[in-house]
């Protein structure tokens, strides 16, 4: 399957409503081109990667934090800054520039690491609050204020975007995002479950959408042409190819056109298990998406394909790894 928004998956036709086969390579649609991209768009900045720090990713700063407090007791450290020298969140963000990378120079690195935690941590606080609470539900949200939703969405998803003056999203719109029955990706707003998918991904998932968010990490972006993404041939959900690798999703099995011959490499999609090939697809997007690559973008694109056959054992696969490896050092 083509990489995401080649199929205008997002805001435009959905695969499902073709007429068409959804295979790609039986009914090959034109690729979108790079200005079909979402540049310049205040969407732009709600992608998943301009979030909030999730959960997870502080209880890891913390458990580091934990090892460092073993080596470098906290007290002693915190201890050793006089008050006076200190500086908070609100100072960095109210004061002179050279002020506080003055002071900053003088404060020693696990106080300069507190502070970032410090600024996570209050955004945290906030979205547990609001995710435990049971009176924000569609029925009570309808008298909310239209700010009032704006940032309980915002705190909900982590995403600035609905702040922004420029998305201007129907009050419906805004709650039905907040109860998760709409995708939160400014750029999709699909209705949830997309396809009306009853997938355990699609269901598990508080806010998961088939269409435009990765299957293992739940995130979403704006890339487009790219081997970045891996969709599943026969379910037609979205992968990360470093999510996929990362969980040991791509691995040899037999020809998925033939069920026989030698093993070759194969991508085993987590919300359907089935598997789908991967030859075919990464030589279509090199031959659709290639001509709109830069220098700097082919040796990107390079990099996944040699990764994902780096443990190639048929003929066909291993001689893409060694041409990748090729390419790469010219
Ligand atoms: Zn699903
Ligand atoms: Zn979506
Ligand atoms: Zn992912
Ligand atoms: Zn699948």
Redesign the pocket.
Known sequence: MLPPRQQSRVGGLQTSLSLVSSDPRLSPEEPRSNSDNLHESPTESASSRETWPTGDAIAVKKMENGKAEIDIPEQSVIRRVSSADKISLQDIAREKVDIICEKMHHLPEEFLEELKMDLEEEFFILQKLVQSRSDLTAKTLIRAHRVQLEILVAINTGIQGFLHPSISLSQTSLIEIFVYKRCRNIACQNQLPADDCTCETCTNNNGFCNLC???????FDFEVNTCRWIGCDLCSHW??T???IREQLICTGPSVKSGVGPSEMVFRCQACSRTSELLGWVKDVFQHCAPSWDGEALVRELDFVSRIFHGSKDTRGRKLFWKCDDLKGN
Not at 213 to 219: A, P, Q
């Open positions: 968010m990765c299957v293992i990490c739940s995130k992968t990360h470093d999510c996929a």
